[in-house]
Every structure is written in C-alpha cells, then in structure tokens.
C-alpha cells in the first residue's frame, strides 16, 4: 500500500528556515517524480516544487531560490528546505507522488502547517 | 489568480445531477489531460478522474468527466451527502512546463 506522511511543519517567524519531510512506504521515492504542493488557508492547490527521478528539480517562481528539494534513497524520504519564509508560505504543504508532464499527482500525504508569523 | 478557471462554488439536493466546469487556454487544457481531486473537509486531495474520463479503482461511476477544446467538466449524478467537498481540476501547461490547478470549487449538497 503506497503511504505518504509528512511532517516538520511548524511555526516560525519570518526570515527563518525550515525543513519538511515526507516519509514514503509501498513505492520507492528515487524512481518516481516526487512534488511538494501547498495550499494556503481556505485557498486552492498550488505547485511547488518537483525532483524527478534522476535527480532534476524544478520550482514554482514564487518559491525559486529559496526552496530545494531533494530526497534521501536509503530513507525512502522527500525533503523540502524552505529558507528565508514569507508570510505568504504560510499553507498546509502536501507532498505526493507525481507532478511532471504526463504523470500526475496520483498520491498524497496527509499535509503538514507551516505558519509564518512574527 | 488560478490558470485554470472554476466556479467558486455551486449546489444540489440529494439524488440530483451537478456539474463543475473548468476553462483554461490552448497551452494546458487544449493540448493535455485532465485531471480531478475531490478534498473532503480537513483532508489531503484524492485523485478522482485522470486523463480527461478515467475513474481509479474505487470511484463510484456516478463521477464522470470530460473535456472539449479548452474546457473540461465534472459531474456527479445521484447526488449524496458524502459528496460535499471541494473539487479541484488540474492539467500540465505547456507554456509554463508545470503542473496548474483551478481554484476549486466548493459543493454544498442541500
């Protein structure tokens, strides 16, 4: 059964870092493209952020130069280092599998709260 | 502002038929699948329809999709309580080679 959960969501002030992570159980993370999506309170879906399988990343414009993703193979886990946060990072952040052309979001993680507030 | 478009939300009673639209541009629903999500309160997103009409195993046949030209479209027949939620669609755009969603649509079941 493909499980996805992640944690790390916190709240933090703004300029602080933070790092999310999604533990993956009944698929390997390495062989799949992997995504982060967010979704601000009471607002829609947004992408975030994609590694494929062979290591190449792409990010949403909104989030360029202060997000990375990466993946640890041994872990089976997805990452997601958020620096320098916005008080419009403020979302529930989803990891799931999917999220590149031709392969779409066919599973998520439950979300975990990242507030960004002084 | 969302890429693709979708009313914020609509309506029905139970056992009736509703519809929810999805209008985006030639770069992303016109040449790509679409796909849907239903967000049940307090939950992550599922996966409902992909490309354009299929089901996954253990969506009940009452949710259907499909598209035409720009536009794309669910409905769900024989409306039930279990059914209010927030729908979402979303498709790759070519021009921004990343995946877009609608802003969703919230069902209320009266």
């Known amino acids: 059964e493909v499980r996805l959960v992640e944690s790390g969501g916190d709240l933090v002030q703004p300029g602080e870092s933070l790092r999310l992570s999604c533990a993956a159980s009944g698929f390997t993370v390495s062989s799949n493209y992997m995504s982060w999506v967010r979704q601000a309170p009471g607002k829609g879906l947004e992408w975030v952020s994609v590694?494929?399988?062979?290591?190449?990343?792409y990010y949403a414009d909104s989030v360029k130069g202060r997000f990375t993703i990466s993946r640890h193979k041994s872990e089976n886990t997805l990452y997601l280092q958020m620096n320098s946060l916005r008080a419009e990072d403020t979302a529930v952040y989803y990891c799931?599998?999917?999220?590149?052309?031709?392969?779409?979001?066919?599973?998520w993680g439950q979300g975990t709260l990242v507030t960004v507030s002084s | 502002q969302s890429v693709l478009t979708q009313p914020p939300s609509t309506s029905g009673t139970p056992g009736q038929r509703v519809t929810i639209s999805c209008s985006g541009s030639?770069?992303?629903?016109?040449?790509?699948?679409v796909y849907w999500y239903q967000q049940l309160p307090g939950t992550a997103p599922k996966l409902l329809i992909y490309r354009n009409n299929q089901r996954p195993s253990g969506v009940p046949d009452r949710f259907s999709g499909s598209k035409s030209g720009t536009s794309a479209s669910l409905a769900i027949s024989g409306l039930r309580s279990e059914d209010e939620a927030d729908y979402y669609c979303?498709?790759?755009?070519?021009?921004?080679?990343?995946?877009?969603f609608g802003g969703g649509t919230k069902l209320t079941v009266l």
């Open positions: 030639s770069s992303n629903i016109g040449s790509n699948y």
């Open positions: 590694i494929y399988g062979g290591g190449t990343t």
């Open positions: 979303a498709t790759w755009d070519d021009s921004l080679s990343a995946w877009v």
């Open positions: 799931a599998r999917g999220g590149a052309y031709n392969y779409h979001f066919d599973y």
